[in-house]
């Protein structure tokens, strides 16, 4: 998957969009979400769906069913420089080791440094080493 995560990047980027994820599921299904920085719309998945039709079929890169899509309002945050793009918005980390004995965290973020991310909880700034996240998500305001 990081072979197809390399080869995307610089084509999505190339097209004007970021790479958010790459998902491959059951029956041949590859998932692709992409982003930009203005959202994204049903023609930009469609234009991107057919640039990636061409650019399979020429690398034989293997699927039987593609989707384009966005990321959503509870976007993942995937990459490193997701945690620095996103500060100041609300997001919900769910760890690999409970933090406080709590394995889910929400709070707003506050930043990316050296690997740790800097998150406020209730007031309470919390400190978060990015390995031990297993996902971390926007949260969408309600």
Same mark, same amino acid.
Request: net charge negative; with cysteine; glycine share 8%.
């Given at each position: 998957?990081? +072979?197809?995560?390399?080869?995307?990047?610089?084509?999505?980027?190339?097209?004007?969009?970021?790479?958010?994820?790459?998902?491959?599921a059951?029956?041949?299904?590859?998932?692709?979400?992409?982003?930009?920085? +203005?959202?994204?719309?049903?023609?930009d998945?469609v234009?991107?769906?057919?640039?990636? /039709?061409?650019?399979?079929?020429?690398?034989?890169?293997? =699927? !039987?069913?593609?989707?384009?899509?966005?990321?959503?309002?509870?976007r993942?945050?995937?990459?490193?420089?997701? =945690?620095?793009?996103?500060?100041?918005?609300?997001? /919900?980390?769910k760890?690999?080791?409970?933090?406080?004995?709590? #394995?889910?965290?929400?709070?707003?973020?506050?930043?990316?440094? +050296? +690997? /740790?991310? #800097?998150? /406020?909880? !209730?007031? #309470?700034?919390?400190?978060? !080493?990015?390995?031990?996240? !297993?996902?971390? #998500?926007?949260?969408?305001?309600?």
């Amino acid at each position: 998957m990081m +072979d197809l995560n390399a080869r995307l990047e610089p084509v999505l980027a190339g097209l004007g969009y970021e790479l958010v994820m790459v998902e491959r599921a059951g029956r041949g299904l590859m998932r692709i979400f992409i982003d930009k920085s +203005d959202g994204i719309t049903i023609e930009d998945c469609v234009a991107v769906s057919n640039h990636l /039709t061409h650019l399979f079929t020429v690398e034989n890169i293997e =699927y !039987d069913r593609l989707e384009v899509s966005s990321p959503g309002l509870d976007r993942p945050l995937v990459k490193p420089q997701d =945690y620095v793009r996103f500060a100041g918005e609300m997001v /919900t980390l769910k760890l690999r080791v409970p933090l406080d004995n709590r #394995r889910k965290l929400v709070g707003q973020l506050v930043g990316l440094e +050296d +690997d /740790t991310i #800097r998150l /406020t909880i !209730d007031g #309470r700034d919390v400190s978060v !080493d990015l390995r031990n996240v !297993d996902s971390a #998500r926007l949260k969408p305001a309600v």
